[in-house]
């Protein structure tokens, strides 16, 4: 009697495609070094690693670089939750910054507060290695639909 493998969960396909897709393939993505380490259409996992260009002159993440990594990853919630064909853009942003940043290792996760028809809102949280909350990122990311010859989803 041959014995099925199991599927993969879809949290493993998911994460997949969110890595593969152009949000994370994108520039800005690759530049932060961010890392998804899970996604499904509710979350995101990532981290980023800090290094020098992450850091301002008093030797914090920049607030920039803490921004990039929060729409970086509620954009990848957002790719996740589209319909075949469709893109995406951020047309919305708030930060409230609650401590500076700090390394080695930034970590995100984004929760979905809405998804609707034409748009999504990801709340992204970025924690330092201590636990403390460096950031609370609120975003709110448009669903339109690929222009025609367009070749990606985000």
């Known amino acids: 009697m041959a014995v099925k493998p199991a599927r993969r ?4 396909k998911a994460a997949r495609q969110a890595v593969g897709s ?9 530049a932060l070094g961010v890392r998804v380490i899970s996604v499904n259409k509710k979350k ?6 800090i290094n020098a260009m992450h850091m301002n002159r008093s030797g914090r993440v920049n607030g920039g670089a803490i921004m990039a990594f929060a729409d970086v990853v509620g954009a990848a919630g957002a790719f996740a939750n589209l319909p075949s064909g469709y893109r995406t853009g951020t047309i919305e942003s708030k930060t409230n910054f609650f401590a500076a940043g700090t390394g080695p290792v930034l970590k ?3 929760i979905r507060l809405h998804i609707g028809r034409t748009t999504t809102v990801w709340q992204t949280t970025v924690k330092n290695p201590d636990g403390r909350i460096a950031a609370i990122v609120t ?5 339109i639909p690929g222009r025609s010859g367009d070749s990606i989803d985000a």
């Not at 969960?9 to 493993?12: A, G, L, Q, T």
């Not at 975003?139 to 669903?143: D, E, F, K, L, Y």
Request: proline share 11%; no cysteine.
């Open 22 to 30: 152009p949000v994370m393939q994108g520039g800005m993505a690759r």
């Open 9 to 12: 969960p879809r949290k493993v």
């Open 108 to 110: 995100a996760v984004s």
């Open 44 to 49: 995101v996992i990532a981290e980023m690693p």
């Open 139 to 143: 975003q709110t990311q448009i669903v």
